[in-house]
């Protein structure tokens, strides 16, 4: 593959790996994205940050308690270790499928034409350059073109912050972890949801408009609300406990292992927060105080 198409592609994997399976669960109790973890064996305070993976530089807004909060911490912990050139590499060699498969081989003829032309108008690149990703990579070229902009991201974004005041950055799971989760969905679960965006561009990019209009409001119950009623959600409301519970269940020993050791700042997909099996009630079950920053 092309130098820059490969680089291009390592951009955008980082920053949307995780968006589709970022915002699916319950409610949460405050409208904050921020929140104070205090408690029993902490001897300092932490914090933790909901997020939204991709999105304009512009819609990207950083709060001076935001700004604090990285700022006091020692530590950041975002989903993945992205200041990690193993991981980077790890993830461009585990984002294709096995066996020498493409996309070309699980698509009928007529839908095959239909993405590959939508990719090669809207992302300048075809099926003959990224057909052998999962379903993920290319879920990512899809949301890109929907945002007619230079991508940011709060994970990379937060990445950089810390590594100016040179904290180190680690990750709550591996790539590996994320792929695990998503190659239960069956493949042609998650295609279709990707033909039908292309089939539907319009509907999709206003779906995804609204998700990040909602979003800004930090109503991550709005939010749940509006993913679940996603028309174009690839299977991942189906199999939300594989994507979002289980993970969150794995995460928690980690959190509170590093929130003993220093204080540290913690910034994942919105979603992961809010419901009954989220990271904020997990957390609280366990004893600790959640306090909201606004």
Known sequence: MHTSTCTRLRHILAAVLVLLVACLTGKAQDTTLLYRLTGPGLAQPSYLYGTFHLLCPNDLQITPATENAIHSAQQMYLELDLDDPAMMAQMQKSMFMTGGKTTKDLLSADDYTLLDEYLKKN????????????????????????????????????????????????????????????????????????????????????????????????????????????????????????????????????????????????????????????????????????????
Request: net charge neutral.
């Open 123 to 294: 992302s300048q690149i075809g099926l003959a350059q990224v057909g052998g990703l999962k379903p993920i990579g290319l879920l990512s070229l899809m949301y890109m073109s929907m945002l007619n902009c230079p991508p940011a991201s709060y994970d990379m974004t937060f990445a950089q912050m810390a590594g100016k005041e040179k904290k180190e950055v680690l990750g709550l799971e591996t790539i590996d972890d994320q792929l695990a989760a998503l190659d239960k969905i069956p493949v042609d679960q998650q295609l279709k949801g990707i033909v039908d965006m292309a089939k539907k561009p319009d509907e999709a990019k206003a779906e995804f408009a609204q998700f990040l209009t909602v979003y800004k409001t930090h109503d991550v119950a709005r939010l749940t609300a509006a993913m679940k009623e996603s028309k174009f959600d690839a299977g991942v409301n189906e199999y939300e406990n594989s994507l979002l519970r289980d993970r969150n269940l794995r995460w928690i020993p980690t959190i509170e292992k590093a929130a003993k050791a220093k204080s540290t700042f913690f910034a994942f997909g919105a979603g992961h927060l809010g419901g009954e099996q989220g990271v904020l009630n997990l957390l609280r079950q366990k004893g600790y105080t959640l306090t909201p920053v606004n």
